[in-house]
C-alpha cells in the first residue's frame, strides 16, 4: 500500500491545473451502453475510479481504449448484462450500467452496492424510478435483477430526496423509453445537465436540462457519446482549501467558477481573497482564517464532497465555526483523525462544532474515504513536523497525481510504499 509522508508547514504558491470530473465521467462512460458503435469522451482523468469503470463496461462486452486524457469506448461487442459483486464492491457508481443495460438490451443483473463508511447508501429511488417506466425488479442473492419484457415506457417519477445517481440512471433509461417521461425533483448538480446534454447531443430529447423537472421524450437509438468532461470542480475546491488552510497565493487554472460558487462564498466569509478572471480563480490567503458556518446541500448549494476539506480550515480559524451535514448524515469519519492533529472539535448530531486552533501538529492517520483523505492532506501541509497519511487509494480513486500537483505549488509531501 502506499502512504504520503508531509512535512509542514508549508504555504502554496503558483499554478494548479484542473482535470476532468469523474462524477461527469461516469455517468457518460455508462451512456455509451444506449448506443452501439465508438463514443469518445475527452478530459478523462487518470483515476482509479475511471480504470474500474473501464473495467466493469469490458466485462460486459465493450472494449476501452484511452490515449492520453482521451477514452473511447466500443459497445459493439456488449453482450453480457451483468455488474458482478468485486467490482460493483469497490465502485458504487457501477450501479450506473443498470438503467442503460436495461433500456438497450431489456435486461440487467447488477450486485446490490452495500453501505460505505460514511453510513447506508440507498439505492431504491434507482430502482423505483425504473420500475415507474416498466421494469420489472427482483432481489436474488445479493443481486438487482431487472428486466423488461417489452420497451421501457414512458412514466412519471419524483426523487425525493434529490439524488445525483438516481436521477442519471433513470434519465439514461428514460431517453430510450417508448413515450414521454416526466421526472421530478431531479438533482441539478452540473455532472446531471452534461449528462443530459451529452444525450442530447447524441439524438435524445429532453427538455428542463439543469432544472428539477425534466421532460423526456422516448427516442428508438441513440448515436454514439462524444462529449469533452467538464472540470473537476471538486478537485478545484479542495485546492482552493488547500490555500485557505496552508496560507498562500495559488491561480486554479481550468477550472469552471461558475460551479464553484458556494465554495467560494464559504471561502470568501472565512477571510480568504479569490478573484475571478475567464476559467481561473487567483485565492490568496495571508492572515488567519475567520470561523464560518457551513451547511452542506444539493446544488447550488455547498457540496457535500466539500465537507471534510473545509473542516480542516474551520480546524484552524480564529474561533468556532459549525459544519452541518445534510446529505449524509454520517459522513464524519474524518473527525477523530482531525482530532490527531491536535484539531479541537466535537460531533452534536450531523453538526460538528469545530473549535479553531491556531497551529496543528503533524501526526499519523488514516485516510477512510475519498474526500475525508483529502482533508487529512490539507491538514498536514498546515501541520508543523510530519503527518503521515495512511491508505492513500482512497485518495487515487478521485484525485490525479495529487502530491505531483500540490509539490508544484511547493508543498513538501511525497509518496512510499508500506
Ligand atoms: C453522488 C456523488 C457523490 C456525492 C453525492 C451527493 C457520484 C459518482 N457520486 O453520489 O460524490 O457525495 O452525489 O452529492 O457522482 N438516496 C436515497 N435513495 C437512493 C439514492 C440516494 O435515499 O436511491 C439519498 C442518499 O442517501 C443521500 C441523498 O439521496 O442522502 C443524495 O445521494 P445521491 O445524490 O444519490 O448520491 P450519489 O449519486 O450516490
Redesign the pocket.
Known sequence: MDRFIIEGPTRLEGDVEIGGAK?AV?PLMAAALLTRGESVIENVPDLQDVRSFSLLLETLGATCRREDHVLTIDTRGVTASEAPYELVRKM??SIYVLGPLLAAHGAARVSLPGGCAWG???????LEGLAALGAELALDQGYIEATSTKRLRGGRFRFE??????TANVLMAAVLAAGESDLENC?C?P?ISQLATALVEAGARIDGIGTPQMHVRGVDSLDPIHHRAMADRIEAGTFLTAVAVAGGHVRIRRCEPDHLEAIVSVLQAMGCEIDTAGDTLTIEVDRRLQPVEVVTR?YPGF???MQAQVMAACAVADGTSFVTET??LDRFTHVAELRRFGADLRLDGSTAIVFGTEQLQGAPVMATDLRASAALVLAGIAAEGTTQVNRVYHIDRGYERIETKLQALGARIHREQY
Open positions: 462524477n461516469l458504487r457508481a447506508p447508501r440507498p439505492v431504491n429511488l434507482h430526496p434529490s439524488s445525483v445517481g438516481a438533482a448538480e455532472e444539493s457540496p457535500t464532497d446529505i449524509y
